[in-house]
Every structure is written in structure tokens, then in C-alpha cells.
T-cell receptor, first 115, second 114 residues
Framework: KAGVTQTPRYLIKTRGQQVTLSCSPISGHRSVSWYQQTPGQGLQFLFEYFSETQRNKGNFPGRFSGRQFSNSRSEMNVSTLELGDSALYLC??????????????FGPGTRLTVL | AQKVTQAQTEISVVEKEDVTLDCVYETRDTTYYLFWYKQPPSGELVFLIRRNSFDEQNEISGRYSWNFQKSTSSFNFTITASQVVDSAVYFCALRGGSARQLTFGSGTQLTVLP
């Protein structure tokens, strides 16, 4: 099976712009989670989507949003970019929950640089 | 609240040495799951192992082994006969039974020197 794919891999934006990142989960996986990784804060949970519904949300401002499509692909959007939004954004997918099997498998990430 | 502590920020060893990465966790959940991930320079988090709170059996996979001790809330990871390709950042993570997201430790940068 192909792994989790994320596009684009690298992105450079300027302050005030907005950005959309895309994630395609492993085939058959219906849950998609997003994480932000920065040197200062480490890996932090952004949100999780399952069957096109946001199931869980981390402690991030409303500038961070996401959605999931019927094919389980997910996008996240960051509006009014700030310098502090520069980070590696990781997407993870997990299979339908069955017997507690719920490991998250990560994609290669999108490295966003805000100038 | 859940918390994962990886006290070792950086470890450097010479190839073929054994190395243990420490992980201590905190959770109020009685059912929880522990994970280890490897992050090479490419950035992708590679899943290594998952352990359920009700299964304290230690596990060995090739040169990798994991020691889970509920009494000390620790889930340590040992690499035997380390290799240069093991150089990466290793993350320990926790998911409580009531939570959907992973809580990560700060990671340990392992450098294996030839």
C-alpha cells in the first residue's frame, strides 16, 4: 500500500498570506490527524477528521482550519500567516477503529516557511 | 492531563554500542497506548512500536527492544549493536484511552558515529 502523501513538500509564504496543505491518507484509512512541529514547541496536535467531520481539535487559534473530503483526503488551511507559523506540518492517517488498533501513520510533512 | 518526558535531548554513541532511550509518561487513564516513532532527517515519522497499557510484556524486534514498566510509568527503548543508519530523532508518544490525539515527548536526537 502507498503511504500517506502530503503536498506540497515545501512552501514559502509571506506574512499575511494564507496557505492550504493537502494530505492523502493510506488507502482504507478514514481518520486523518494533523500535527505541527516546531523546534520550540515540539510536536503539537492540530485536529483530527473522521468521515468528513472534525472529531477533535488542539489548542490552536481559529486561523488554523481543516476539512476532509468523502474520499478521506484532507486539507488544512492557515489564514493570515504569522512568522511563528513556520513549521513542519505532519499529517497522519489511521485505519478504522477495530479492537483498539489505532496506530497513526505519518506522511513526509510539508515544511512551511513564512517570511 | 497527559505528559511524556524524554529527558535525554541528545545521545551520541559509537557504532556497535548498545543505547537506551528513556521515556516516562503521565496519564490518569487506566487504558492507554504508548508508541515510539523514528524521525530521520527527511522528516517523516516512522512508526516503530505500539504497546497497550494492559500488556506489560516486553518486546524484541531484531536489534530493537522495548521495556514497559507500569510501576515506574516508563517505556524505554534499547537499540543493540547500533548502526549509523539508526541516527535519527526518536519520539515517545502516548494516547490515553479517552483521547484521540497523540501526546509526544520532546524527542531524543541519537547520533551513531562510525
Amino acid at each position: 500500500k502507498a503511504g500517506v502523501t502530503q503536498t506540497p513538500r515545501y512552501l514559502i509564504k509571506t506574512r499575511g498570506q494564507q496557505v492550504t496543505l493537502s494530505c492523502s491518507p493510506i488507502s482504507g484509512h478514514r481518520s486523518v490527524s494533523w500535527y505541527q512541529q516546531t523546534p520550540g514547541q515540539g510536536l503539537q496536535f492540530l485536529f483530527e477528521y473522521f468521515s468528513e467531520t472534525q472529531r477533535n481539535k488542539g489548542n490552536f487559534p481559529g486561523r488554523f482550519s481543516g476539512r476532509q473530503f468523502s474520499n478521506s483526503r484532507s486539507e488544512m488551511n492557515v489564514s493570515t500567516l504569522e512568522l511563528g507559523d513556520s513549521a513542519l506540518y505532519l499529517c497522519a492517517s489511521s485505519p478504522p477503529r477495530a479492537g483498539g488498533t489505532d496506530t497513526q501513520y505519518f506522511g513526509p510533512g510539508t515544511r512551511l516557511t513564512v517570511l | 492531563a497527559q505528559k511524556v518526558t524524554q529527558a535525554q535531548t541528545e545521545i551520541s554513541v559509537v557504532e556497535k554500542e548498545d543505547v537506551t532511550l528513556d521515556c516516562v509518561y503521565e496519564t490518569r487513564d487506566t487504558t492507554y497506548y504508548l508508541f515510539w516513532y523514528k524521525q530521520p532527517p527527511s522528516g517523516e515519522l516512522v512508526f516503530l512500536i505500539r504497546r497497550n497499557s494492559f500488556d506489560e510484556q516486553n518486546e524484541i524486534s531484531g536489534r530493537y527492544s522495548w521495556n514497559f514498566q507500569k510501576s515506574t510509568s516508563s517505556f524505554n527503548f534499547t537499540i543493540t549493536a547500533s548502526q549509523v543508519v539508526d541516527s535519527a530523532v526518536y519520539f515517545c508518544a502516548l494516547r490515553g484511552g479517552s483521547a484521540r490525539q497523540l501526546t509526544f515527548g520532546s524527542g531524543t536526537q541519537l547520533t551513531v558515529l562510525p
